[in-house]
């Protein structure tokens, strides 16, 4: 049987870390976005054997639409877009704004916690065979020593190549994905989506709203 295969993605935390190592070449310098059907095929197709991607899970702060408007908005029809396939799901938590704010950052709240209870719930409901997670937040590694320890899926992580990964301690386990430079702008979103759909109007923008 052809293993079922999720991918999870803690997009912000992998957005920056591409930024930060990959920023500067080509488009990628001023494109933020990456496509999560991409991401995901791109991965299976660097496993040693066929795998079926059921789903790419995708975790990231959700911007007040008070307090930043445009990215707002752009967040929520970049979620539309991605609810166009069934392979995406979106889970998405309010970002913290704390007192100083803009001054002080603000800040994704409960997407590690979010992420690593589904990593294990999903397991222990046997919803996958394969799990590859895509993150290089260490506070995911407690997630992945319980899977380690109930043998419930065979995982995986993913990273870009240059940038820390996740691994259980004193190990090189699990087997880790290294993306590349041409890896990142092969799954680049081109998309702008602070600007409405050309064929949108200002109306048609607000509907549901």
Not at 45 to 66: H, I, K
Not at 102 to 118: F, H, N, Q, W, Y
Not at 191 to 208: C, H, I, L, N, S
């Amino acid at each position: 049987m052809i293993p079922r295969t999720i991918v999870f993605l803690d997009y912000q935390n992998v957005v920056l870390a591409a930024h930060h190592r990959f920023g500067s070449v080509g488009t990628a310098n001023r494109i933020a976005n990456l496509d999560p059907v991409k991401l995901g095929r791109l991965l299976l197709s660097r496993r040693n054997a066929a795998s079926e991607l059921v789903e790419v899970r995708v975790y990231r702060g959700l911007p007040s639409s008070s307090r930043e408007p445009i990215a707002f908005s752009a967040n929520d029809r970049q979620t539309d877009a991605w609810r166009r396939t069934d392979t995406i799901t979106t889970i998405r938590r309010p970002i913290l704004y704390p007192r100083g704010w803009p001054s002080t950052p603000a800040r994704e709240k409960g997407i590690d916690v979010s992420l690593a209870i589904d990593v294990l719930r999903l397991a222990l409901e046997r919803t996958y065979d394969v799990g590859i997670l895509f993150s290089s937040d260490t506070d995911l590694v407690p997630a992945l020593e319980a899977l380690a320890e109930l043998k419930l899926a065979r995982f995986e992580v993913a990273a870009w190549v240059g940038t820390p990964r996740l691994r259980l301690p004193g190990t090189g386990r699990p087997w880790c994905h290294y993306l590349t430079q041409a890896d990142y702008l092969a799954v680049v979103d081109p998309v702008d989506y602070t600007k409405p759909p050309p064929t949108a109007t200002r109306g048609q923008e607000d509907v549901g709203r």
